[in-house]
């Protein structure tokens, strides 16, 4: 008699049919579990520094464009090298800053929270006029927003306040009805806004225990955020992994004590079959290292994070295949930054 596999599953009873209670490099399918995949070259050489985040922006014309930036400067891929294009003098950050980015429309917008909010297009970053510093940047509905900010009117620790731009001008940050640029707080619950994605036109920020969606309904209040019930949120911005469920976009996160998946409706627990192990696994001292990477052609979420007595490093992975709903498990290999890579194209003859 076959048992068909159950997927990684550590928190099962160790007779459980199927269950996969430990393993190295086992992830799902529609059929079961399979062997992870190896470490590949992209042909680019090494950083000059630790990766501390990193984009892909597909152009107006189609063309994809990757950047990648470290503490103290932000490159573009350039097929076999890096071409540097930080704005005069690079930059300071923070021995914790991570570089978050956002597209819109041929413009790409950069912030560290410690430097101020960088836009580029094809050549080299520059200060973008007006804008708050910004630990997270994000689009949405013909806005960019910045969250959990410093700027001079409102002060340096603003860690639960948001700002849109002017509705259709990411250059334009002065509040007015007129225009759609807005900014507020977000004080109904606790604590920093740890992380913000867009979700269809409507866009979602998070703290750690709370998650507020945000849709713009424009007059005097622009902007509408409603807090959700219960105590869902998102440990950090990179945790945060944006997915494509069928025709529906939905958003999965891992929180303080749990992992979410969030369509716009309700975020529902799916961290049942290892949520105990994980958080037993889990550095949480060192919780703001978590990156995510989506397989949305084999519709896979992975997840990587500094384990205990890693010395700090991201040494840990798991993987969520979201039609299947199971559960795999990584190499344990020592990574700086996880995210998604676009290849350059194959021509055939």
Known sequence: MFIPLQGFAPDAEPTAAGAVLDGVNVIPTLRGMRAGPSAVTTGLP?????????????????????????????????????????AGGGYTGSSTSRWRFASFGAYIVAANYVDATQVATTAAFAALAGAPKAAIVESAELFVFAFNTSDGTYGTTQYDRWWCCARGDHTDWTPAV????????????????????????????????????GTYVGGNEIWNWQRLPGNAGALNHECIALIQDGDTPAQVFIGKDDIWFFDGSRPMSIGAPLREWLFADLDMALAYKICSAVDQHNARVWWFYPGRGGAGAINRSICWNWKSRRWGIGTGETIEFAGTYQAAGVTWG
């Open 178 to 213: 007129a225009t759609g640029s807005a900014t507020g707080r977000l004080i109904d619950g606790a604590g920093p806004i740890t992380g913000a994605k867009r979700l269809g036109s409507q866009i979602v920020a998070y703290k750690e225990q709370a998650t507020y969606i």
């Open 46 to 86: 090494a950083l000059a520094a630790a990766c501390r985040g990193v984009h892909i922006h597909q152009d107006l014309d189609g063309t994809f464009r990757f950047y990648a930036g470290t503490q103290t400067a932000l490159y573009q891929d350039a097929s076999t090298t890096w071409t540097d294009r930080s």
